[in-house]
């Protein structure tokens, strides 16, 4: 396969990061990409950075075994905990999602007070508050892990009472905070955009790193003179467990049929 039409490459902790495939198949038709969900490892939100930073580098090895000439860390988690590392280890030019919503909140608040809501570990790890105030030194970042919200969009419970009690309880505190902006640092939370934006109310602007993370990928593959310019797109779907599940839910987080999942094994799971 020539340079331009090998694919890109997309991982997640499993499906959750198609919210971001289906921000890259519209923002770049005509690209190949083949994404792998981790359903055998998922959740990363709540393992250590080291353990998360290692299913990343093994993630990253099982993409390159599909010739892929960049890959998209679709996962917050993994992109809080590994970014750096990979892209010291790997030559491939690698992109995460942490860098391009922090540029989008950035550019959307008039308050300067940016609320971020992810799991456990991207708001442990303190990588939206630093991309942030690397930014912009003057933004005030408030962040707070919603944990629940994952297993809610997993379920599919994105409209039931349980997921506006759960929102209440976890964004309340916004409310004292002042903020205008409000960055969804996980794949899933996209999912739940409604009832997000109905418990923080009208003024609070949420913003979804995917299409953002897209358009840096696009520029990114312009630069580097990868970009494909005309021709079908590819698409492969790999999972590390379950199929038949991903295959279900993940049209949902796609918005679009899946044809068929491959099973692979990232690493010793
Ligand atoms: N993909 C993860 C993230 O964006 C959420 C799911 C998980 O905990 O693995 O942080």
Redesign the pocket.
């Known amino acids: 396969m020539s340079g331009n039409d090998r694919p890109i490459g997309v991982f ?3 499906i ?2 198609l919210t971001v495939m289906h921000a890259l198949m519209t923002r770049l038709p005509h690209e190949s990409l083949v994404y792998f969900g981790d359903t055998a490892r ?5 393992k250590s950075p080291a353990t998360v930073s290692r299913f990343a580098f093994e993630n990253v090895d099982l993409l390159t075994t599909c010739d892929v000439k960049a890959v998209v860390v ?5 992109t809080a905990h590994a970014l750096g590392p990979l892209r010291e280890r790997f030559e491939l030019p690698i992109v995460g ?1 942490i860098g391009p919503g922090a540029r989008a909140a950035e550019r959307k608040t008039a308050s300067r007070r940016v609320g971020v809501i ?2 456990h ?2 708001v442990g790890s303190g990588a939206y508050q630093k991309a942030l105030q690397t930014i912009n030194g003057d933004l005030v970042v408030v962040a707070r892990a919603c944990p629940l919200f ?1 297993p809610l969009a997993e379920e599919g419970m994105t409209d039931h009472p349980a997921a506006r009690l759960i929102a209440t309880d976890y964004l309340a505190p916004f409310k004292d905070d002042g903020i205008d902006t409000l960055i969804l ?4 939370y996209p999912l739940l955009k409604a009832v997000i934006a109905a418990t923080v109310g009208e003024g609070v602007t949420l913003i979804d790193s995917a299409d953002e993370t897209a358009s840096e990928v696009a520029a990114l593959l312009a630069e580097r003179e990868l970009a494909r310019a005309a021709g079908e797109p590819a698409y492969r779907f790999l999972v590390s467990d379950l199929p038949d599940q991903f295959l279900k839910i993940g049209q949902r987080f796609l918005g679009r049929e899946i044809g068929a999942v491959e099973v692979v094994s990232a690493g010793a799971v």
Not at 42 to 46: E, M, N
């Open positions: 997640d902790s499993g959750g990061g998922v959740p990363y939100g709540p679709a996962c917050n988690t993994a999602v992810g799991t570990g991207t994952v640092g996980c794949t899933h």
